[in-house]
């Protein structure tokens, strides 16, 4: 059984830095694609970075320079590294993962998070002015 849990979440002042982890169980984090996705109350879904099995790294325009995506795979963890945090940060975070082989078969146009076969049940940052 695939487990993804998230932790690290809480409430910090903007300027504040959080560390975000997502520890995978039941299947190596070695060779599935990760990410990080965040819903503010009321907005969308939104997909935050990603972290390919090489290491390739990808970010929303919202955060690049501020967060930091990363593996440890000896750990089967997933971290995302927030400094100079602001209040539109505030959102339950979730991190998701998919066999990297699969999708790389998916056709690049079609590829999306709802490719992603496990997420986390999220945990919630919350960034005060």
């Known amino acids: 059984q695939v487990q993804l849990v998230e932790s690290g979440g809480g409430s910090v002042q903007a300027g504040g830095s959080l560390r975000l982890s997502c520890v995978v169980s039941g299947v190596s984090s070695s060779s599935y694609y990760m990410g990080w996705l965040r819903q503010a109350p009321g907005k969308e879904l939104e997909g935050v970075a990603t972290i390919d099995t090489d290491g390739t790294t990808t970010y929303a325009d919202s955060v690049k320079g501020r967060f930091t995506v990363s593996k440890d795979n000896a750990k089967n963890t997933l971290y995302l590294q927030m400094n100079s945090l602001k209040p539109e940060d505030t959102a339950m975070y979730y991190c998701?993962?998919?066999?990297?082989?699969?999708?790389?078969?998916?056709?690049?146009?079609?590829?999306?998070?709802?490719?992603?076969?496990?997420w986390g049940q999220g945990t919630q940052v919350t960034v005060s002015s």
């Open positions: 998701a993962a998919v066999d990297s082989f699969a999708y790389a078969m998916v056709p690049g146009e079609a590829r999306s998070w709802a490719n992603f076969d496990y």
